[in-house]
């Protein structure tokens, strides 16, 4: 089993940045690739970031050149650096290892305008 906390989140103004940490215990030796998921209230979960084992990172097209994936395999820690934040991007954020069944509960950002 693996345990999946973000932290982070918060109320923050268009045009802010916010960094996102997702610690995972348990058998983490298990994960291979790592993703931030997103879902604003009335819409459908969207996938924002992914970063393999490896280090090979991708982002939704909504996200590209704002936000950062990325890991810390010695801290089993992983991260989303989110800059020029914008109303839109207002949504709990999860961290997952999706292959894996893993989810953490969730972080809240929300973005003023």
């Known amino acids: 089993q693996v345990q999946l906390v973000e932290s982070g989140g918060g109320l923050v103004q268009a045009g802010g940045s916010l960094r996102l940490s997702c610690a995972a215990s348990?058998?983490?030796?298990?994960?291979?690739?790592m993703s931030w998921y997103r879902q604003a209230r009335g819409k459908d979960r969207e996938l924002v970031a992914t970063?393999?084992?490896?280090?090979?990172?991708t982002y939704a097209d909504s996200v590209k050149g704002r936000f950062t994936i990325s890991r810390d395999n010695a801290k089993n820690t992983l991260y989303l650096q989110m800059i020029i934040l914008k109303p839109e991007d207002t949504a709990m954020y999860y961290c997952?290892?999706?292959?894996?069944?893993?989810w953490g509960q969730g972080t809240q950002v929300t973005v003023s305008s």
């Open positions: 997952a290892a999706p292959r894996s069944g893993y």
């Open positions: 348990g058998h983490t030796s298990t994960i291979l690739a």
């Open positions: 970063i393999s084992s490896g280090g090979y990172t």
